[in-house]
């Protein structure tokens, strides 16, 4: 992690323990790390050395159907709608997952043109290496001059863009080079995936490749785009990062280990294809704590429907009353732990998501006397900084997980582009962390105290949606109101002196 101390405004320091020690100095991890430290390379990912079952196979070597009504298209350059033709369920799934969504995102849309801009276009293939890695890569999004303006036109009429990642995008990755920052190779002959059967290889060419059935390999493929160092180094998004150094990662021991898919494509019986067998098969919705927001997007209610169900078991609140401290004040306990997450809580764009506990603590006759993580008129919460709240310092024990990102000169930033450094305060898998309240005993009436905690999540504050809206790259309609999910609640009533 980055140094945080010089920063003005950062995460109010909360404790924490970890239930199970991560497993960061297993033989294996070490092995890595001499890697690491032998070849001088100073990212903190291991390097990859994957290797694809066997040579690529040509279509003619698999006895790929010449007599279908039309040609199929080159390897690499079919829609989703074409695979969907015969794998509609999948097709069903992907098109209301965000990766349908990664160049629809107004969100995404209006950063792309802002970070453009101001970089003279130097941010160039940067996001859309990820966010649409097929168009990228055949060229088809570059940066032009406009007005004295860098612009990227993104043509979401045309599939390869408007689709982001696509059937084709995983199922072409033939090689990953490294976890982070798209970098994998592409076949242009053959796709990829878990068995390269011979019924595959009837209508495309198909080859087994362990990215796709190896338990040890196959979250390389996810790994590959989801860690991303910004070109000024800082690590924006670690998840594939986190989830290689803790318990999950255990191929050696496969009642504990889980790949990416083992949690975000879970396992269902139905067709392969329209009039396919029947047989085990993996979600495509690949549910996390993101959903459209848009008016046109298929599948809305189903997929918010599946994230709250499961953020319901992402994490356990725990709230305990300690009594009166010497000073006078009643002690209120707040706990937080990451259960189920394969990765820190919250993980992926952490400077966008907040993860904050609701916090109100009454007395005998129902008066508030205490409360922290509330709103303000915009829907932000005061986290400290001068600019997201209208109160920035009013809630000084706000019990936030998340990261701050700061420029060049060490000030706070909002977007991606312009982070040189960051603070995070987030929960590893296993972690613990908690903050004590401190509550003027004196304040309360009656003998009792009553402690509603609800924690709460959200994919952006409303202070960035603002401000994209004032600077005229998103329009104030673009997106619906951003969400808060209520990931759990806990209500108790505690004597306040015994
Ligand atoms: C003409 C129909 C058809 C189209 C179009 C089609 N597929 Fe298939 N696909 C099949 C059939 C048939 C199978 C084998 C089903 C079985 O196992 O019985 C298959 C199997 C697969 C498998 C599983 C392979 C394995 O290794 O087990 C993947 C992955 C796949 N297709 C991806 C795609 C992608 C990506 C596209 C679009 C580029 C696509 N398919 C388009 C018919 C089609
Ligand atoms: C043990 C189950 C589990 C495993 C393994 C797992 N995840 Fe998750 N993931 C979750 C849960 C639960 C959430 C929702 C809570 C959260 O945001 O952390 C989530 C959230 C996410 C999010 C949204 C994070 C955010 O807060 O914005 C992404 C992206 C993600 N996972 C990707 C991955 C990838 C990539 C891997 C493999 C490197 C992986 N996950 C492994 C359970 C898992
Ligand atoms: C983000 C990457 C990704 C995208 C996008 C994606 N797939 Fe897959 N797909 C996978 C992975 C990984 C597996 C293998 C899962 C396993 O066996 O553990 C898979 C498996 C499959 C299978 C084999 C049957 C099954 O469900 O296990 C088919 C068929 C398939 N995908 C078709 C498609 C089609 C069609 C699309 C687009 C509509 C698509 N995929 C988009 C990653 C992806
Ligand atoms: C080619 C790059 C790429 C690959 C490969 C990839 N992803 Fe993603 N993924 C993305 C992008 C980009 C987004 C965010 C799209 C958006 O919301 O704008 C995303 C979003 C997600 C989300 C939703 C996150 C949320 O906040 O709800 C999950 C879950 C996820 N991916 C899981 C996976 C898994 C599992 C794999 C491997 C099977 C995988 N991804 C492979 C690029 C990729
Ligand atoms: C290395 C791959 C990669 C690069 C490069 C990348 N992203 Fe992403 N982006 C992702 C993944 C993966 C997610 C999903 C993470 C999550 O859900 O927490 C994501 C999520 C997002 C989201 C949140 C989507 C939503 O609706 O919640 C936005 C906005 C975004 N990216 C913008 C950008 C911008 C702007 C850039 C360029 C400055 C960029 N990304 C570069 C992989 C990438």
């Avoid at 069903?92 to 950063?111: C, E, I, L, N």
């Avoid at 809305?300 to 009353?321: F, T």
């Avoid at 306990?333 to 506990?357: C, F, K, M, Y």
């Amino acid at each position: 992690m980055l140094a945080s101390s010089s920063h003005s405004s950062q995460f109010p320091s909360v404790r924490m323990k970890l239930k199970h020690a991560p497993t960061s100095f297993s033989p294996r991890w070490l092995i890595w790390l001499g890697l690491v430290l032998t070849v001088g390379c100073t990212e903190d990912v291991p390097p990859t050395a994957i290797r694809v079952d066997g040579a690529t196979p040509t279509p003619a070597d698999m006895g790929m159907a010449t007599d279908v009504d039309a040609a199929p298209p080159p390897v690499g350059f079919a829609t989703s709608e074409y695979c969907g033709s015969c794998h509609a369920e999948h097709y069903r799934q992907w098109s209301g997952s965000m990766h349908a969504y990664a160049t629809k995102d107004p969100v995404f849309v209006a950063m792309l043109e802002k970070g453009t801009a101001d970089t003279n276009g130097r941010l160039d293939q940067f996001c859309v290496q990820c966010h649409a890695p097929v168009a990228s890569r055949k060229g088809l999004l570059p940066v032009i001059e406009k007005n004295g303006t860098h612009v990227m036109e993104l043509d979401l009429t045309n599939p390869l863009v408007g689709e982001g990642v696509q059937c084709v995008t995983c199922h072409s990755i033939a090689r990953v080079n490294g976890t982070q920052n798209a970098d994998f190779e592409f076949s242009e002959t053959t796709y990829f995936g878990p068995t390269g059967s011979a019924a595959a290889n009837v209508p495309h060419p198909i080859a087994k490749s362990p990215l796709f059935h190896d338990p040890a390999q196959k979250s390389l493929l996810c790994g590959s785009c989801h860690d991303v160092l910004n070109p000024n180094g800082a690590r924006l998004e670690a998840t594939f990062s986190e989830w290689y150094s803790n318990d999950f990662n255990a191929p050696q021991d496969p009642s504990r280990h889980k790949t990416c898919g083992d949690c975000h494509m879970p396992t269902y019986e139905g067709p392969i294809t329209i009039d396919g067998p029947i047989k085990t098969l993996h979600s495509h919705r690949f549910i996390g704590v993101d959903q459209a927001l848009i008016a046109d997007f298929p599948e809305k209610e189903e997929q918010a429907d599946l994230i709250a169900e499961l953020l319901a078991d992402a994490a356990a609140l725990e709230v305990r009353y300690n009594g009166i401290d010497d000073d006078g004040n009643a002690v209120v306990v707040v706990a937080v732990e990451n259960i189920n997450n394969g990765h820190n809580l919250p993980s992926g764009s952490t400077a966008d998501r907040q993860v904050w506990v609701h916090l109100k603590v009454t007395d005998e006759t129902g008066m508030l006397i205490f409360e922290s993580g509330a709103l303000d008129a915009n829907g932000d919460l005061a986290d400290g900084v001068e600019g997201h709240s209208l109160f920035p310092g009013s809630d000084p024990e706000l019990l936030l997980f998340g990261q701050f990102i700061y420029g060049e000169d060490g000030e706070h930033v909002l977007f991606p582009w312009e982070a040189h450094d960051y603070t995070d305060n987030l929960i590893g898998p296993g972690q613990r962390k908690w903050r004590d309240f401190l509550i003027p005993a004196n304040r309360f009436r009656g003998n009792s105290l009553k402690v509603d905690a609800v924690l709460n999540y959200r994919t952006f504050p409303p202070f960035l949606i603002r401000r994209l809206i004032e600077l005229g790259h998103l329009q104030p309609d673009a997106l619906a109101p951003i969400p808060i999910i209520k990931m759990t609640r806990v209500t108790e009533t505690f004597r306040l002196r015994p």
